[in-house]
T-cell receptor, first 113, second 113 residues
Framework: EPEVTQTPSHQVTQMGQEVILRCVPI?????FYWYRQILGQKVEFLVS????????KSEIFDDQFSVERPDGSNFTLKIRSTKLEDSAMYFC???????????FGQGTRLTVV | KQEVTQIPAALSVPEGENLVLNCSFT??????LQWFRQDPGKGLTSLLL?????REQTSGRLNASLDKSSGRSTLYIAASQPGDSATYLC????????????FGKGTKLSVIP
């Protein structure tokens, strides 16, 4: 069964460093998302991406964050200068279209020290 | 802003019992609602998607209902098994041109053998 794949599963980085989280969405999906979950808290929306541009972003998704679809298969989230409060599980999701079932990856646990 | 509440926060039942998980949301103008399960430290597994025009959706031992006008959804699990132990998350898709999911804190289910 097709699935969303995220790498790495766990990343530790020093405060102020740049990180790139990678995702391979399901191949025939057109809508892509990033969510995050701080330990013990709700899953929160970060950004949605369609047709090679951001379609929506939350207040969390400030200038330190960016997304890219560098080729036909990968979808990346970059955090330019990490802060301690960026420590969280980051989930990538994809969907065939609007109003359709969203499928999530297994997540990348980011730890900023 | 959409707010999602899930009751109860935690539930412990003996194996074989039928159970109901509740979800309420404040903004009824949703496109659809998805139920997920999350195992500890893992990603989100989609269980069911109910479109706003539907009242119910079934998958195996799971049945989800949606009462959009009153802002409620329930997930019914029949003949619970220890493998059902997980956190169950409800997530309406916001609507009004937005396709982001808003999550509740979840119900942590423990099924005792």
């Amino acid at each position: 069964e097709p699935e969303v794949t995220q790498t790495p599963s766990h990343q530790v980085t020093q405060m102020g460093q740049e990180v790139i989280l990678r995702c391979v969405p399901i191949s025939n999906h057109l809508y892509f998302y990033w969510y995050r979950q701080i330990l013990g808290q709700k899953v929160e929306f970060l950004v949605s991406f369609y047709n090679n541009e951001i379609s929506e972003k939350s207040e969390i998704f400030d200038d330190q964050f960016s997304v890219e679809r560098p080729d036909g298969s990968n979808f990346t989230l970059k955090i330019r200068s990490t802060k301690l409060e960026d420590s969280a599980m980051y989930f990538c999701a994809s969907a065939k279209g609007p109003n359709t079932e969203a499928f999530f990856g297994q997540g990348t646990r980011l730890t900023v020290v | 802003k959409q707010e999602v509440t899930q009751i109860p926060a935690a539930l412990s039942v003996p194996e074989g019992e039928n159970l109901v998980l509740n979800c309420s949301f404040t903004d009824s103008a949703i496109y659809n609602l998805q139920w997920f399960r999350q195992d500890p430290g893992k990603g989100l597994t989609s269980l069911l998607l109910i479109q706003s025009s539907q009242r119910e959706q079934t998958s195996g031992r799971l049945n989800a209902s949606l009462d959009k006008s009153s802002g409620r959804s329930t997930l019914y699990i029949a003949a619970s098994q220890p493998g059902d132990s997980a956190t169950y998350l409800c997530a309406p898709e916001v609507g009004a041109g937005s396709y982001q999911l808003t999550f509740g804190k979840g119900t942590k289910l423990s099924v005792i053998p």
